[in-house]
């Protein structure tokens, strides 16, 4: 145990280092943690207020830059492209993404430059410019093996298997899809793997491959009941419902398409909940549930609205439609067509 004598030069060490470096010290770390309090508050606000969390997590990336801080500029700069996407300004988060992706790209950082390019092509695939994402996409596969970072590396090659799956190239959007589940597997990522899962069972039925579809989607099922994921067991149910609804089964698909709703309706994005709606509505059509089909059809409209998603708009109101034709109500349904087809053309 020291002495009082110990204790005191021990005290008097202390304030001659804080008077050497201690200030600027001092202030650079309480500098950081503002940051940190900033990007917090930020997140928080993602959701319910786009427009504030955009103010904060620009105060918070100017002070990060300010002081060289690498994690805060990264997290407050993708912030600001999540607030302005949020807020339905796609250009102008990639404007954002594109500042960070210089300044890493400067630094030869590959871990933050694989995630801009990443989270880049992410809302290129929203706004449907797919041949531009996996340009995007190519550059960040690169970024992401340099940096030895496999979690990522998985998901870009699951993004650039969807965009491929979208413009109907199969075989490609499959091949990156195995690669997707072959890291997700060697990395045991069992909710990953689950998630692939879905999209390989999607290739199989677009290529009329039902029965190995299914074998995928009763894995996908087995892992979303094992892990009790309301996420995935979404998924499982509309993955099986669309399966069943191909092999000619509607009442099952029907009932599988109402689980995955069920599951659903907790979620924050308004688009998964309008796919189903949409789902049950088609299904209903086919039984001429006329009324029942519509009120679906119409509650996946609003979500697409709340969600700012105008392509799921339009083909929902292309579904609503066709109801209205088969109705004879020829008035609604011109009026949805004509909405449809000046976002869709």
Known sequence: MLNPKGILYIKLFIVFILNLFGNDFYAQNTDTNSVKHLTNKAEKLL???PEKS???SSRAFDLALKLNFQRGISTSCLLMSKSLENSGEFDQAILQLKKGLSYFQKTGDKNN??????EIGSILYKQDELIEQIKTLQ???LAARKANNKSLLADIYNSIGKANGVM??????????????KIREELKDTLGMGKVYVNIGLVHIKEGNLSDAKKYYIKLLGIAQKQNDTQLLSYSYSCLGSLYSNLGNDIKALELHQKALKYKLNFKNKSRIAESHEDIGQLLQKQKKYKQAEVHFKEAIDLYVQDQNPIG???AQSNIANLYTETHKFDLAEKNLR???SVLQ
């Open 168 to 181: 109907g190239n199969l075989p490609e959007a499959l091949n990156y899809f195995l690669q997707t589940l």
């Open 47 to 49: 959701e319910s207020n």
């Open 313 to 315: 708009k339009a083909l």
């Open 339 to 341: 909405e449809s087809l």
């Open 113 to 118: 430059e694989a995630q801009y390019l990443y």
């Open 139 to 141: 550059p960040a596969l």
């Open 54 to 56: 955009l103010q904060i």
